[in-house]
């Protein structure tokens, strides 16, 4: 009989699933880490929400565990390279809250089109009646804008044209088919900034979006424009928001996320143009009982064998074929990871080809392995091995797969290419020896890469003396060159220089190279 142990509160509905699957079920709720050590070994499945925290000497412990399921989409909580490593399946409940926080959004944008906090405690706790005081503006006809178009996205669009808003979206993953099925307009993120009456954010938390609302963009918006975030608190530059709120560059935000949480000593507490909530959006009944329903299936059909799903670390095949699979799935999700973050525009199409011996394996895997690495920097813990290739349909995006018997170059090639709304891209990589990840290709210029955690991409005017720049100026800030990579057309023309860094840079180094005239473009990439 499969034992779970339950670590953090779950509703009723989730336990009485496993029960009624035979299971036994443990409820020890806030487990310090050395008591979770002690027990963990004798149970083949984890349910946590955000409480209980799954270390890598938890999963060192547990040496029968099946599946961690977290009951809630994120997963900071959860140590999943260790788990992976351990064998151990890893997951979540992405769909769970979605209309909860979607609700919590549009909450805090009705407060704040209609001062309604402010007026509650002007009634109820200094017993004023202040009309004009809190005199509100009408959301009909005015414009919403959506920064982040997925599930919670979505579900804000429908409500808001209901109200009579006009919809307009930034989200380089949306195509257009998506955007007209749904009614909104798709935009940059600068025309959303500059048109919107409110902005609602709803992207996750990557690199690419820490602070992406920032001093810039909060000096776009519209001086009675409003802002919400029920997102993740670090997409919001809070110094800068607070700034913009006092000199009354924007009319008033509402925030249920924040940096730190709870927001202590924060200088936000200082202003009135602001509504806080201690971060409410998946806290409804409603919310709870369907996380816990969503992990409880998930969890009793991975231990009955049956489908997996959810999952953010597990692809599904026999151990002969993962064998020889496996150094493939980490080229792949590298390849896409490198090249999501060098294309250009609205993604339309991703086709794949598998060139030689490798095309004769079940191949569905790498793409899901090559989409979750193009998606994972903007879409966080929504996209994993078993949901990949879905995700990618949901948001319009045409996945083609072509299998060609015949070697070329190399005994066997992933060939990649992406086409946006603006350019086509093409990356090639394979397999040295040594199983070894190597990307052989970039657009037209044949190159031998070797992929790191920190990468620098620069287009530059082939002449002599840039690479020692390169070098010199990149030395002078202490980032240390691990690899380089070169290619051209022809002498003379335009070149591609690729650099393999020990760390990542920063703003200043950046500048500092492109203040060069012979550096045409450069993009940072992390892997």
Not at 129 to 139: L, Q, S
Request: with cysteine; proline share 3%.
């Amino acid at each position: 009989m499969p034992k779970i142990l339950v670590a953090d509160k779950l509703s009723d509905e989730g336990v009485k699933i496993f029960q009624e699957a035979g299971f036994q079920v443990d409820c020890k709720y806030k487990q310090p880490e050395a008591e979770l050590v002690k027990i963990i070994g004798d149970y083949d499945a984890l349910v946590v929400r955000s409480d209980t925290k799954v270390t890598a000497a938890v999963i060192a412990a547990a040496n029968k565990m099946k599946v961690i399921g977290r009951a809630g989409v994120g997963i900071d909580n959860v140590d999943v390279e260790a788990a992976t490593k351990k064998g151990i399946i890893v997951m979540n409940a992405p769909g769970g809250n979605t209309i909860s926080t979607c609700e919590q959004a549009f909450t805090l944008l009705m407060s704040l089109a209609r001062n309604t906090p402010a007026a509650h405690m002007s009634v109820w706790k200094d017993r004023k009646w202040e009309k004009a005081k809190f005199k509100g503006v009408e959301v009909y006809s005015k414009v919403l804008g959506i920064v982040g178009m997925g599930r919670i996205g979505k579900e804000m669009a429908k409500r808001a044209i209901a109200f009579g808003m006009e919809v307009i979206v930034a989200d380089p993953f949306v195509t257009q088919e998506v955007a007209d099925k749904l009614g909104v307009t798709l935009v940059s993120l600068e025309d959303l900034l500059k048109r919107a009456d409110f902005v609602t954010i709803h992207a996750p938390l990557t690199p690419e979006t820490k602070n992406l609302i920032s001093a810039a963009q909060l000096a776009m918006m519209k001086p009675k424009a409003f802002l919400i975030n029920c997102a993740r608190g670090e997409i919001v530059d809070e110094e800068a928001l607070y700034q913009a709120l006092k000199e009354k560059k924007i009319a008033a935000a509402a925030l249920d996320v924040f940096v730190n949480e709870p927001p202590v000593n924060s200088k936000l507490y200082e202003l009135e143009n602001i509504v806080m909530t201690p971060h409410l959006g998946a806290s409804t009944e409603e919310a709870q009982v369907s996380v816990a329903i969503e992990i409880a299936h998930c969890i009793k059909d991975a231990l009955a064998g049956k489908a997996i799903r959810n999952a953010l670390n597990y692809a599904q095949l026999d151990p002969e074929t993962y064998k020889v699979i496996e150094p493939y799935f980490k080229l792949c999700e590298k390849m896409g990871k490198f090249v999501s973050q060098l294309a250009e525009g609205g993604t339309r199409e991703i086709k794949i080809s598998y060139i030689g011996e490798i095309s004769s394996y079940k191949t569905d895997v790498l793409a899901s392995a090559l989409v979750r690495g193009f998606f994972a920097s903007q879409l966080e813990n929504d996209v994993n091995y078993i949901n990949a290739l879905e995700t990618a349909k949901n948001r319009g995006v045409k996945v083609e797969q072509v299998k060609i018997r015949e070697e070329e170059e190399y005994v066997n090639t992933i060939r990649l290419k992406v086409v946006t709304d603006k350019q086509e891209m093409l990356l090639e990589g394979t397999l040295f020896a040594n199983k070894q990840a190597r990307f052989v290709r970039i657009d037209d210029v044949a190159m031998e890469i070797a992929p790191s955690d920190y990468m620098l991409v620069i287009n530059n005017k082939d002449k002599p003396g840039t690479i020692g720049f390169l070098g010199t100026t990149l030395g002078s800030h202490s980032i240390n060159i691990a690899g380089m990579s070169l290619g051209r057309r022809a002498t003379g023309a335009m070149a591609l220089t690729v650099l393999n860094l020990d760390s990542q840079l920063d703003e200043k180094v950046i500048k500092a190279i492109t203040a060069n005239p012979n550096i045409v473009s450069l993009k940072v990439i992390k892997l």
